[in-house]
């Protein structure tokens, strides 16, 4: 049996995060990890909230935000992460440190915008092991606060310190190649631990000390173990120790040790100067430790009394504990703690004048998210990583306290509002696509403090600024059908599926409702045979009629949103055929016009908005119109020797090209004598003809990002050197293009008015300089450039209006994975150089589209979509400072990694496709379709839909993120429009392959700015298993919620009987699952009033499932009920009992008023069985239950499936190892004994602990057997979830196909560089803790190795190819159909 691993979705669960100057020294960003995955995101200040109907509620509208700016995705788990400053470098780098004992340093490289690896560090020696095989130990790294040396703890013996150097000598490393990286480091040494003492064992934490002359460790370790059971006899058994790392000498003296501390010490946390010293954190207790001062604890409940004789003083006023707490510093003396509850405290450390600590001041500030890791920001910033919930990006404010009396009575007044404004905000949010789900309602409640000390203290006041949404962790998963789905595609053959999964952790707990398609909700469908084009127009006749009205400006005020709105409507939706043109006016209802001032006897090649939305533009095969609103005001005709087959637009420019690759432009001016009339002026650039021009773009940059000035020259404040001088008509017309800020196609105009954002937004941006590129800067003024594609393969970017040559690309078409520019004296010598290159044209393959667009926040973003043969090429542009002198562009674009399958089946060549090659008269004359549509708002999105045969959306949002999905429902999309209509408020047309027009809108309640478009319904409370009845479409979930346990069960003789435990009011009670079994419909995502089944006291569900069992009631003789699976735990001295339940969901007749209540548990069967019920299922009707086995190899199972092959059988193991294995039942191998011991045949490490598997059959199969679904019948997909909020799954192959796949992925493991120096083969390796006498049979091929074959350019591909002894194509289309057979959701 072979199969192929697949990542569907990626993890989201948080784990580590830093804050350190990733990019350049001018700007810092937040550097977040979660199990492979890499992100740096940068803060943004006062975003507009563009969440549907806000401006009108919410006063504010502004909120800080994090914005996505680079991923990477590494084969290895990230174990620890730390920052340091290298000598001379610009940028920070990051220390990463994997299993087992590896240490990455890797740093952001300008030149390719990505990681590159400085130095690699690996200590997996078998003499560092000890002889032990199993490794329990995380490779920890700590970093020096100076930055002069970083350590390492592995094994949990060895201490490896690396060395930097520390040396100024900045001015020799300028301008070096490589930054002087040799200098960098010096070499790193081994630490033995135990030779410093030799009691030093089972380091609980380290950290270093600030404020001493060399790096300074302190380590928080328990040499003699004990535990809670043993306290009565050994208690006290922490210790630290504190060493001087002299790097030049290489020795390292204690300085400083003490011993008898609590025993339950978690973690130390260094405190800055001038206080110094260390905080520990212990569970039931917190002690501040200092060299020279005597030490200051405190108890933070009862029970310290009698596990402890270290001398604490009671903390009034609180009772928690910190196990599993988080901290960080904000200040020298203040520090923000989360507990294991989500509850936030900031502690302040109260001095007196010899600066040694004498009282700790707790202030509960808000109750949050449950955090795994915390980062201060920039000052009044906090961010909570978390892989229990989502992460979250919180402001605070500090209030001064003058005294007790007023703080009270200003807390009162202050309590209530920001609480309610929070509800407020998050219940609007739910339509805005990247608003915050509504997880976080009441994420943040806010606390005044009572305390007074004689100090100034302080509140702090919490408030969250934005979410990162976060699905795991995975507990279990369900498939069903979605609720909503338009008829349309009701009677599709390919059942439409959602995926439910249980996510988060208590107050964390959600249902993630997850379709990784986009369905489009139809409003209406029209049959348009023959139209192959479309454009949607903004007709401007409202909007001057209401100019003119004077009004008094309070009514102006209130109308200027709805005006706004009106003056965004699409008046007239354009139709092309091959002949004519239908001109269809969009009002309440739409009609054709007959007579008008567009063009209708022949086709139409372009239309869209110009000069602010004002007039349209529309570009016939022989002329050019430009309208106000049904009025021609302009006519051109237009001979550039053969028709005009493509336009495209930058406002106030547009430039079009003929058949034969003419290219021409015109500019839109307004009469000179101050008239109001205005005009299309041409302007014919002076650009060779050497090689004819096959396809091009304008583009309007609005974010300074496209600019020819090299940052070095620059002065630090001359912003507005940047802008253009342009040619001085046009300069007239700037005003009222600045104005609002205007669009790429015209289509339709943009999501908000820079003009009203300039004056919050400006102040924050003082802080940075020019030379930061990468911050979007406010009120730069756009610039216009054009994208030239020629036939030899040659990209060319003009700056207009004076066409002057900026950038070139030769071999563009190849896909390079960074395009450079080579436009260095390229106008000069553009004749000689010329002659060679027209013979090497015949391979060069033939570039049919390009789009450069900008996106994301304040199209900030820009993108350059490329459609290629058979193929689509996406870049994302970044800034390069090239430093030549020459006056060249300062941008590079670096490609993007997607799946999207551009390849269309071979069988006839479709009109759309026509090829130069195919002569004139096949038609090349004819118009060009784009397959690239941009849109502006689309319920609040913005991006690109992608025509073909494989439509998408690409979405970027002022999150950052590109996200693509598909949308397969409809099948092959012709061409697309963005549609804002009163009827059809920012919705969307599109022409399906049958020529029926749909008007559609987005569905508005799932969130689209995740990679899988999701909506997140938060329950509040632990869910443990989820399950779809198909019969009542319904769902069973399973929830718990923490019950505070004061008895204990005893057993007297037969009798068992419950003892209730006394205890103080500063006793901290353990907490019990109290267990419950209710329905959830998908039609609100609410929970069925009245059909909660409460569980015992003390009892656990353990499994709950739907079972077909044998019915008399139906016609199949089975029937789908609810089945679940308990445990009773009374303690040590109780047998272990379960019981079995088995459910029917009934109809009834609903009570008045809630229609939900038609569902109704009916419980058929609850008995006691033998022992505890670990697992069920069913088969043939009957149900199979697990009651407590022993296995002759031990395995730590996690979840188990069937993995199906045709008539091969295997059973899907994941274990606690993060592994995934294959067994097989083969009772004719000797190995098996007879079938007694199944045989492992596949085994691959997830890296991800995987807790819930489903499958589903291979998408295709159910259309009728062709040649290809052949080949994939009766093969099973095995889907998993994992804790880490990652999907992914397992497809079974053919063994020619898998053996030709191996010896790629082998070659790929070899030839490309990979992230921090990793191995995927060594990752992808079964890791086992336990030696067995087995090696690894492998078998699973790594789908996301074989992936980056898609992102090479073709001459790699070739050469790849040609190593294995195959070819590209046929390597594409394994790849490709890995991806069409696995396309579910």
Same mark, same amino acid.
């Given at each position: 049996?072979?199969?192929?691993?697949?990542?569907?979705?990626?993890?989201?669960?948080?784990?580590?995060?830093?804050?350190?100057?990733?990019?350049?020294?001018?700007?810092?960003?937040?550097?977040?990890?979660?199990?492979?995955?890499?992100?740096?995101?940068?803060?943004?200040?006062?975003?507009?909230?563009?969440?549907?109907?806000?401006?009108?509620?919410?006063?504010?509208?502004?909120?800080?935000?994090?914005?996505?700016?680079?991923?990477?995705?590494?084969?290895?788990?990230?174990?620890?992460?730390?920052?340091?400053?290298?000598?001379?470098?610009?940028r920070d780098a990051l220390l990463l440190s994997f299993q087992d004992a590896k240490l990455s340093v890797v740093?952001?490289?300008?030149?390719?915008?990505?990681?590159?690896?400085?130095?690699?560090?690996?200590?997996?020696?078998?003499?560092?092991?000890?002889?032990?095989?199993?490794?329990?130990?995380?490779?920890?790294?700590?970093?020096?606060?100076?930055?002069?040396?970083?350590?390492?703890?592995?094994?949990?013996?060895?201490?490896?310190?690396?060395?930097?150097?520390?040396?100024?000598?900045?001015?020799?490393?300028?301008?070096?190649?490589?930054e002087g990286q040799k200098s960098s480091f010096l070499p790193s040494y081994i630490i033995d631990i135990r030779e410093l003492d030799e009691k030093l064992l089972n380091i609980i934490d380290m950290q270093f000390l600030h404020g001493y002359y060399e790096p300074t460790l302190l380590m928080l370790y328990e040499p003699n173990q004990t535990w809670t059971g043993r306290v009565a006899v050994r208690q006290d058994t922490c210790s630290i120790v504190a060493i001087s790392l002299n790097i030049m000498q290489r020795v390292h003296p204690v300085i400083w040790s003490l011993s008898n501390l609590p025993f339950d010490c978690t973690q130390a946390l260094a405190v800055p100067k001038p206080i110094g010293g260390v905080v520990i954190?212990?569970?039931?207790?917190?002690?501040?430790?200092?060299?020279?001062?005597?030490?200051?604890?405190?108890?933070?409940?009862?029970?310290?009394?009698?596990?402890?004789?270290?001398?604490?003083?009671?903390?009034?006023?609180?009772?928690?504990?910190?196990?599993?707490?988080?901290?960080?510093?904000?200040?020298?003396?203040?520090?923000?703690?989360?507990?294991?509850?989500?509850?936030?405290?900031?502690?302040?450390?109260?001095?007196?004048?010899?600066?040694?600590?004498?009282?700790?001041?707790?202030?509960?500030?808000?109750?949050?998210?449950?955090?795994?890791?915390?980062?201060?920001?920039?000052?009044?910033?906090?961010?909570?990583?978390?892989?229990?919930?989502?992460?979250?990006?919180?402001?605070?404010?500090?209030?001064?306290?003058?005294?007790?009396?007023?703080?009270?009575?200003?807390?009162?007044?202050?309590?209530?509002?920001?609480?309610?404004?929070?509800?407020?905000?998050?219940?609007?949010?739910?339509?805005?696509?990247?608003?915050?789900?509504?997880?976080?309602?009441?994420?943040?409640?806010?606390?005044?403090?009572e305390a007074q000390s004689g100090t100034q203290l302080a509140t702090y006041s919490f408030e969250v600024c934005d979410s990162i949404l976060n699905i795991g962790p995975c507990v279990s998963t369900s498939m069903g059908e979605p609720a909503f789905l338009s008829e349309e595609f009701q009677n599709s053959l390919e059942p439409d599926l959602e995926i439910v999964v249980c996510s988060g952790y208590g107050k964390n707990g959600a249902l993630s409702v997850l379709q990784r398609s986009i369905r489009p909700q139809v409003v209406t469908t029209f049959e348009l045979p023959g139209c192959y084009d479309m454009w949607t127009v903004i007709s401007s006749e409202k909007k001057i009629e209401e100019d003119s009205v004077e009004g008094d400006t309070g009514d102006k005020e209130q109308n200027k949103s709805d005006q706004e709105e009106d003056g965004k409507r699409h008046g007239f939706l354009i139709l092309s055929r091959e002949d004519t043109t239908m001109i269809l006016q969009t009002g309440q209802e739409i009609m054709e016009l007959d007579t008008s001032g567009f063009?209708?006897?022949?086709?139409?090649?372009?239309?869209?908005?110009?000069?602010?939305?004002?007039?349209?533009?529309?570009?016939?095969?022989?002329?050019?119109?430009?309208?106000?609103?049904?009025?021609?005001?302009?006519?051109?005709?237009?001979?550039?020797?053969?028709?005009?087959?493509?336009?495209?637009?930058?406002?106030?420019?547009?430039?079009?090209?003929?058949?034969?690759?003419?290219?021409?432009?015109?500019?839109?001016?307004?009469?000179?004598?101050?008239?109001?009339?205005?005009?299309?002026?041409?302007?014919?650039?002076q650009i060779h003809m050497l090689s004819k021009v096959i396809t091009l773009c304008a583009f309007r940059d609005v974010s300074g990002m496209f600019s020819t000035d090299s940052k070095n020259s620059m002065s630090k404040n001359d912003l507005s050197s940047r802008s253009m001088e342009a040619d001085g008509s046009i300069q007239d017309l700037s005003t009222t293009v600045d104005d609002e800020e205007e669009m790429l196609y015209g289509d339709n105009s943009s999501l908000f008015t820079p003009n009203k954002e300039q004056g919050s937004a400006n102040h924050s941006m003082t802080g940075l300089t020019v030379a930061d590129r990468q911050s979007p800067h406010y009120g730069v003024e756009p610039t216009h450039w054009c994208m030239l594609v020629r036939e030899n393969g040659v990209m060319e970017i003009y700056q207009l209006p004076d066409w002057h040559l900026v950038f070139l690309n030769k071999n563009f078409p190849m896909g390079q994975r960074v395009l450079v520019d080579s436009s260095f004296g390229q106008q000069t010598t553009q004749e000689g150089g010329k002659k060679e290159e027209v013979t090497r044209q015949g391979e060069m393959p033939l570039v049919k589209e390009v789009l450069l667009v900008g996106l994301g926040h304040r199209r900030s973003r820009p993108y350059l979509l490329v459609h290629v043969d058979q193929e689509l090429?996406?870049?994302?542009?970044?800034?390069?400072?090239?430093?030549?002198?020459?006056?060249?562009?300062?941008?590079?674009?670096?490609?993007?990694?997607?799946?999207?399958?551009?390849?269309?089946?071979?069988?006839?060549?479709?009109?759309?496709?026509?090829?130069?090659?195919?002569?004139?008269?096949?038609?090349?004359?004819?118009?060009?379709?784009?397959?690239?549509?941009?849109?502006?708002?689309?319920?609040g999105y913005s991006g690109v839909f992608i025509c073909g045969p494989c439509p998408h959306w690409l979405l970027i949002t002022s999150r950052g993120a590109l996200r693509l999905h598909p949308m397969t429902i409809d099948g092959p999309i012709e061409s697309f429009a963005p549609f804002h209509n009163v009827n059809c408020p920012k919705g969307f047309l599109y022409f399906n392959r049958?020529?029926?027009?749909?008007?559609?809108?987005?569905?508005?309640?799932?969130?689209?700015?995740?990679?899988?478009?999701?909506?997140?319904?938060?329950?509040?409370?632990?869910?443990?298993?989820?399950?779809?009845?198909?019969?009542?479409?319904?769902?069973?979930?399973?929830?718990?919620?923490?019950?505070?346990?004061?008895?204990?069960?005893?057993?007297?003789?037969?009798?068992?009987?419950?003892?209730?435990?006394?205890?103080?009011?500063?006793?901290?009670?353990?907490?019990?699952?109290?267990?419950?079994?209710?329905?959830?419909?998908?039609?609100?995502?609410?929970?069925?009033?009245?059909?909660?089944?409460?569980?015992?006291?003390?009892?656990?569900?353990?499994?709950?499932?739907?079972?077909?069992?044998?019915?008399?009631?139906?016609?199949?003789?089975?029937?789908?009920?609810?089945?679940?699976?308990?445990?009773?735990?009374?303690?040590?001295?109780?047998?272990?009992?379960?019981?079995?339940?088995?459910?029917d969901i009934i109809e009834v007749v609903p009570e008045p008023g809630q229609p939900l209540t038609k569902n109704k548990f009916k419980v058929l069967y609850e008995k006691e069985q033998k022992g505890p019920v670990t697992a069920l299922c069913h088969c043939n009707g009957y149900l199979v239950s697990a009651i407590g086995q022993k296995d002759a190899k031990p395995l730590e199972v996690y979840s188990v499936e069937f993995m199906v092959d045709n008539s091969q059988l295997g059973f899907l193991v994941s274990d606690r190892d993060k592994n995934l294995i294959?067994?097989?039942?083969?009772?004719?191998a000797k190995e098996s004994f007879g079938g007694m011991r199944?045989?492992?045949?596949?085994?691959?490490?997830?890296?991800?602990?995987?807790?819930?598997?489903?499958?589903?059959?291979?998408?295709?199969?159910?259309?009728?057997?062709?040649?290809?679904?052949?080949?994939?019948?009766?093969?099973?997909?095995?889907?998993?979830?994992?804790?880490?909020?990652?999907? #992914? %799954?397992?497809?079974?192959?053919?063994?020619?196909?898998?053996?030709?796949?191996?010896? $790629? &992925? /082998? !070659?790929?493991?070899?030839?490309?560089?990979?992230?921090? #120096? %990793?191995?995927?083969?060594?990752?992808?390796?079964?890791?086992?803790?336990?030696?067995? $006498? &087995? /090696? !690894?049979?492998?078998?699973?091929?790594?789908?996301?190795?074989?992936?980056?074959?898609?992102?090479?350019?073709?001459?790699?591909?070739?050469?790849?190819?040609?190593?294995?002894?195959?070819?590209?194509?046929?390597?594409?289309?394994?790849?490709?159909?890995?991806?069409?057979?696995?396309?579910?959701?």
């Open positions: 049996m072979y199969a192929v691993y697949r990542q569907a979705h990626p993890p989201t669960g948080i784990e580590f995060s830093i804050y350190c100057n990733f990019f350049s020294s001018e700007e810092r960003n937040l550097v977040v990890a979660g199990t492979s995955q890499l992100y740096v995101y940068r803060l943004l200040r006062n975003v507009e909230s563009s969440a549907k109907g806000e401006k009108a509620s919410d006063a504010k509208g502004y909120k800080d935000k994090l914005e996505l700016l680079a991923s990477f995705s590494l084969f290895g788990n990230i174990m620890s992460m730390a920052n340091v400053q290298l000598a001379g470098a610009k740093e952001y490289d300008p030149g390719t915008n990505d990681l590159k690896t400085i130095s690699l560090h690996y200590f997996e020696e078998p003499e560092l092991r000890d002889g032990f095989v199993q490794n329990v130990h995380i490779p920890e790294v700590r970093v020096d606060p100076d930055g002069r040396c970083a350590v390492m703890l592995i094994y949990g013996t060895r201490l490896v310190v690396l060395p930097f150097r520390r040396d100024t000598l900045t001015e020799e490393h300028e301008g070096v190649v490589g954190f212990a569970v039931n207790s917190l002690v501040y430790l200092n060299q020279s001062v005597p030490p200051y604890g405190v108890s933070l409940n009862s029970m310290t009394n009698g596990t402890t004789s270290f001398p604490l003083r009671v903390q009034e006023g609180v009772k928690f504990t910190l196990d599993c707490a988080q901290a960080a510093v904000i200040s020298y003396d203040k520090m923000v703690i989360s507990l294991k509850g989500g509850e936030i405290y900031v502690l302040t450390l109260v001095t007196d004048g010899m600066r040694s600590v004498r009282a700790f001041h707790f202030d509960k500030a808000a109750a949050s998210v449950l955090t795994t890791c915390m980062t201060i920001m920039d000052p009044g910033y906090l961010f909570l990583g978390s892989r229990l919930g989502n992460s979250l990006l919180l402001k605070y404010t500090e209030k001064l306290q003058e005294a007790p009396m007023n703080v009270s009575r200003d807390h009162e007044k202050q309590e209530e509002p920001p609480n309610k404004k929070k509800r407020v905000e998050a219940s609007l949010n739910w339509g805005g696509g990247n608003a915050a789900l509504p997880d976080e309602v009441d994420e943040i409640e806010v606390y005044g403090s063009a209708t006897q022949g086709p139409t090649v372009f239309a869209g908005n110009i000069g602010d939305n004002k007039y349209i533009v529309q570009v016939s095969p022989l002329a050019i119109r430009l309208l106000e609103g049904v009025n021609q005001v302009h006519f051109i005709p237009v001979d550039m020797g053969s028709p005009i087959i493509h336009c495209s637009m930058a406002d106030p420019y547009v430039v079009v090209m003929s058949a034969e690759g003419q290219v021409t432009m015109f500019v839109l001016k307004s009469d000179s004598y101050g008239g109001k009339a205005n005009r299309l002026t041409l302007q014919k650039p090429l996406i870049y994302e542009a970044f800034s390069y400072d090239s430093q030549s002198g020459w006056s060249n562009l300062q941008v590079r674009f670096k490609k993007v990694a997607h799946n999207i399958n551009f390849k269309e089946k071979k069988v006839k060549q479709s009109k759309k496709k026509s090829d130069t090659a195919l002569g004139e008269e096949s038609g090349s004359t004819r118009a060009r379709v784009a397959r690239f549509r941009y849109f502006e708002d689309i319920s049958q020529g029926e027009l749909r008007i559609s809108v987005l569905p508005a309640y799932l969130s689209y700015d995740a990679p899988w478009p999701v909506r997140k319904i938060p329950l509040r409370c632990t869910v443990h298993y989820v399950s779809y009845h198909v019969e009542s479409k319904v769902y069973a979930i399973t929830t718990s919620v923490n019950d505070i346990c004061t008895k204990i069960p005893r057993m007297t003789g037969e009798e068992k009987e419950f003892e209730t435990i006394e205890r103080d009011e500063r006793y901290i009670h353990p907490v019990q699952e109290k267990f419950s079994i209710q329905l959830i419909s998908p039609v609100s995502w609410e929970i069925i009033p009245n059909t909660r089944i409460d569980l015992e006291d003390w009892e656990h569900v353990t499994c709950m499932k739907t079972v077909s069992l044998k019915s008399q009631e139906t016609v199949s003789g089975l029937k789908g009920y609810v089945a679940a699976g308990t445990c009773i735990l009374h303690g040590e001295e109780v047998t272990c009992r379960g019981r079995i339940l088995i459910m294959v067994y097989m039942y083969l009772p004719e199944l045989l492992r045949r596949e085994d691959f490490n997830v890296g991800a602990h995987v807790n819930a598997l489903w499958r589903t059959p291979c998408r295709g199969a159910l259309d009728g057997p062709t040649k290809k679904s052949i080949a994939w019948e009766n093969k099973h997909i095995t889907w998993f979830a994992s804790l880490d909020g990652g999907m #992914g %799954l397992l497809l079974p192959m053919q063994e020619k196909t898998y053996r030709r796949l191996l010896m $790629l &992925q /082998n !070659a790929l493991n070899t030839m490309i560089s990979h992230h921090a #120096g %990793l191995n995927p083969k060594a990752f992808r390796m079964l890791h086992a803790d336990r030696r067995t $006498l &087995q /090696n !690894a049979v492998r078998n699973i091929l790594d789908g996301e190795l074989l992936n980056r074959y898609l992102y090479l350019s073709t001459m790699e591909r070739s050469e790849l190819a040609k190593k294995i002894g195959t070819t590209p194509d046929m390597i594409l289309d394994d790849l490709l159909e890995i991806d069409r057979v696995t396309a579910h959701f």
